[in-house]
């Protein structure tokens, strides 16, 4: 019986450990993820806009989780996953460039 009770406690803190996942937590995995190295400043500023720059020199600046998400597909979609070494958006289009050297701009 008392076992039961260790594991239920176990579980639950593991449950808990899990749920406590911030958006600070969400965007620096996502760092690590665009940067595909080490990641060398990674800040949120008052309003919650993130910094991230990478140990290579690639820096990024995201205004929302919504943009941080369009950047993941970019990296994936267009880089194969290696990596963004620039990236800017402005009202009507995505400008960004791979790590390999690759320059797209995408409509929104």
Do not use: H
């Not at 910094?51 to 994936?76: P, Q, Y």
């Amino acid at each position: 019986m008392k076992r039961l009770g260790l594991v239920a406690v176990a579980l639950a803190t593991l449950t808990a450990g899990c749920a406590s996942n911030t958006k600070q937590d969400n965007f620096r995995e996502a760092s690590f993820e665009l940067c595909n190295t080490d990641v060398s400043l990674y800040s949120v500023s008052d309003d919650e806009r993130v910094r991230i720059v990478c140990a290579d020199g690639s820096k990024f600046s995201l205004n929302s989780e919504k943009t941080l998400e369009t950047m993941r597909d970019i990296n994936f979609d267009y880089c194969d996953g290696e990596g963004l070494g620039k990236f800017s958006e402005s009202t009507k289009y995505y400008s960004f460039k791979c790590k390999s050297g690759t320059l797209i701009s995408l409509p929104k």
